[in-house]
């Protein structure tokens, strides 16, 4: 597998998916203006992974997965929430999985996207409180 990496624009998440490193993080903003064809990759990417999953608990693997997004709109959450499933199946065949949500204090919808995400995909996941940016 190869790593796949998005640069993150105005409108578009920043993406790292490293099969090697076992690592995959979510930055920035996502609102993309065709959901469908910026998050299909990913969840292919996600799905040929899962794909591994024996072969990776064999190794003893650990994937750390981080979302440390400003903000999404409704069709990523939408992406996420498939991805929050792929996670929690490869968690419940035996691989180690973390989930580390980022949330700005004061943005308690951000942190209860996560929570809501954790609960609809039953996985559980670290929420984790950053301090609030100032300009």
């Given amino acids: 597998m190869d790593v796949l990496k998005i640069e ?8 790292l998916l490293d099969p090697d490193n076992h690592y995959i ?21 996600l799905y040929e992974y899962s794909n591994h999953c024996k072969e990776y608990i064999a190794q003893g693997v ?12 409704s069709a990523s959450y939408r992406a996420f929430l498939e991805m929050f499933h792929i996670f929690a199946k490869m968690q419940r065949e035996g691989l180690k999985v973390t989930i580390n949500w ?34």
């Fill in 25 to 45: 993080e979510f930055t920035g903003f996502s609102l993309p203006e065709d959901a469908m064809a910026f998050f299909l990759p990913i969840i292919n990417w």
């Fill in 62 to 73: 650990h994937l750390k997965v981080n979302f440390k997004l400003s903000y999404y709109n």
């Fill in 102 to 135: 980022y949330y700005e204090a004061m943005d308690s919808s951000m942190q209860e996207g996560g929570k809501d995400l954790s609960d609809i995909a039953k996985i559980d996941i670290n929420l984790i409180e950053i301090p609030e940016k100032h300009p």
């Fill in 8 to 15: 993150p624009t105005r409108h578009k998440a920043g993406v």
